[in-house]
């Protein structure tokens, strides 16, 4: 199980580039109600996760930027 998960991500994004699906599309197709990805899903979403990883984002290339400056 664990050397699956670095193959987790590429093939993630593969099938929605290839898709033409939009990944609130692709989470309905493969997350069983009731079901473990389900239950992390909830998990994340009571946890802002997303807004958290969009912040972070947003910290991050801020910084980067000021970086650039810096060293220009």
Not at 57 to 70: H, I, L, N, P, S
């Amino acid at each position: 199980m664990a050397a699956d998960r670095p193959l987790f991500m590429p093939g993630a994004s593969e099938l929605m580039i290839t898709s033409g699906k939009s990944p609130a599309e692709l989470i309905k197709m493969v997350v069983t109600p009731g079901g473990t990805t389900a239950a992390g899903l909830r998990v994340m979403e009571e946890r802002s996760v997303a807004a958290a990883l969009a912040e972070a984002v947003e910290a991050a290339t801020k910084r980067g930027q000021g970086m650039a400056r810096e060293n220009s």
